[in-house]
């Protein structure tokens, strides 16, 4: 692969991914970034996803993918190409992704068990009351404000966090594992929000314990764990009922051998937690 086609077939929202840069703004089109070398409160870094090009109204810089990687890793160009190579796998790059903005300037002054009244009714009117053990209270501080809301702790200790009014994450956006042992068929069961987790686990309770389970916090972050998948026997998938749940579905099955749909059981329902809640109701 050389500059021009890392340029034309590797998208820079991938690459930022990476690096664990998520978007503070973003409509279709463009986004802003935190800057790429410094602190800030304020994004500076402008990245254009039609150009795949990014710009720094901070130091006037221009990036491209090859660029970005050469600011991030200190590297020369062929050496950044060699970090680009592994990007260059086409059923992996054509989900479009939904991302949920990485908050960076926050303050996490406790956590806790499920106790404020808000968030248990919310559990409840998601139907997840009963697996409150799974999440946490998060009492934090943001912009100023003192903020609660239920945690979910991914594998590099940030927390996806949700209230009725809240889809943020503290810290640094990762997916969630939960291994089981002993794993008897080898299979792992994958879903895009800890919301439809906890919505399978409430529904099987215990007996199903003996699977891991792989939360993705964001189908962005799918690359993160394409080696690990290859270990499993089987690939379970409760992904979304929308356009971005069937590609994703898609870049899945055409990578791995032994993989399984259980969207069918809410094929009616955009998630399997919106389709758990009509189902106990």
């Known amino acids: 692969m050389n500059c021009e086609e890392a340029r034309q077939k590797i998208k820079i929202r991938t690459i930022l991914e990476s690096f664990n840069l998520f978007p503070v703004k973003e409509n279709r089109k463009t986004a802003f970034y935190f800057a790429l070398d ?45 970090y680009l190579l592994s990007f260059n796998i086409p059923v992996f790059r054509n989900v479009d992704v939904k991302m949920i903005t990485e908050v960076k300037n926050y303050q996490i002054i406790k956590v806790s068990e499920i106790r404020h009244l808000a968030l248990i009714q919310y559990l409840k009117s998601r139907e997840v009351f009963e697996q409150k053990h799974l999440v946490e209270e998060i009492l934090y501080r943001l912009d100023g404000k003192t903020l609660f809301a239920i945690g979910f702790l991914n594998n590099s200790g940030g927390y996806e966090i949700r209230n ?101 059981i809410y094929s009616d329902f955009k998630d399997m937690n919106e389709w758990f809640c009509n189902y106990r109701r």
């Open 38 to 82: 410094r602190e800030e409160t304020v994004p500076s870094l402008s990245v254009d996803f039609v150009k795949n090009t990014a710009f720094d109204f901070g130091t006037g810089k221009n990036y491209d993918v090859i660029s970005l990687v050469q600011q991030m890793n200190k590297c020369s160009v062929s050496e950044a190409l060699k």
């Open 164 to 264: 009725k009014y809240t889809k943020i994450c503290l810290g640094q956006k990762d997916v969630t594992w939960v291994k089981n042992e002993p794993n008897v068929n080898n299979e792992v069961l994958i879903f895009e929000g800890f919301f439809d987790y906890l919505a399978y686990r409430n529904m099987t309770r215990e007996e199903s314990s003996k699977a891991d389970y792989l939360i993705l916090n964001s189908t962005a972050l799918l690359f993160k764990v394409r080696d690990a998948l290859n270990e499993y026997d089987l690939i379970s998938l409760f992904l979304d009922n929308d356009t971005n749940g069937r590609l994703t579905k898609e870049t899945i099955q055409m990578n791995y051998e032994k993989v399984e749909d259980c969207s069918l």
